[in-house]
């Protein structure tokens, strides 16, 4: 093997650099050149692509985003855009493929596999949801993030003193998987935390939070995973059941940004390596993941076909710290 190509694409997570250097990094000391793919499918499929130097990568670590730009791609999915793909690789001499993203990203890789290009995938998206991995690139970012926004809100709900309590509805991302919502609920301290994996009851939510007025509380903050209900509907509700203006905030896109977590970051640069490693073992379809701290391989098709849930000792612990 002499050359791979990366590419990032779909949702961008921070940490996806951190991975793309260590990909460079690992092919290098194997005498192998990587080439960057630009704007993910849609760059393969243009032969938008260049070599990666280990001096490039060495200043992107700190980065958030991804240098490779990511995007979406309808032409990729048909044949005629899966041909061009193998069409450039062929090219452009890439003998591998590693495609950072999440499980759609990894369905491509999938279907251009057929082509016959070994493909390993790496999971990158903040909802922390593909199985087969304890963590996706950008979840513990996307967690920072958002518990440094609960607290900021604490510090202007503790500080204003006003007649009746105040109820802060705060909207996280998050469909199917409630990894962002429970974990910074945890962390920062909510008063209640909505996720897509359980059922909730906005009544017993509301005297849960009544009862802490009662007890002196002068506000609450609830946090809750876009995939459970929108925090529209939700302030609708519990406004009629308090008779209260609660205040919703959706945190949106900014969950996305800053700089990646050293976290992110070493996570990155671990399944980065495995997944150089195991191109040149002759593997492809495998999706890379961390568990128990290191970095493993399995099935890509876990990643495509299952959803990492919260665990029960989350929604335990939560249960405990709501309280
Ligand atoms: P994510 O990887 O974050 O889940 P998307 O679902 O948007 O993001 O997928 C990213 C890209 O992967 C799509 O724009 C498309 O080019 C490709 N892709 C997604 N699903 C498929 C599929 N079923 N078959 C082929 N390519 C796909």
Redesign the pocket.
Known sequence: MRRIGVLT???DAPGMNACIRAVVKAAKVNNIETIGIYE??KGLMEGNMKVLTTNYVDDIVELSGTVLKS????L??TEEGLKLAKEQADKNGIEGLIVI????????AC?VEKYGLPVIGIPG?IDNDIAGTEFSIGADTAVNIVTDTISKIHDTARSLIVDTPRVFLVEVMGRGCGYIAATSAIAGGADYCIVPEMPYDVNEMCAHLQRKFENGKVYSVVIVAEGAISVYELKKEVDSILNIDARASVLGHLQRGGAPTAFDRFIASQMGVKAVELLLEGKTNRMVGIVAGKAVDCDINQGINDKNKISEEVVKLNNILIS
Do not use: L, P, V
């Open positions: 694409s779909g949702g993910g499918y995007a979406r791609s309808k990729f999915k993203g999440g499980d759609g990203s990894f369905r491509g279907d998206t």
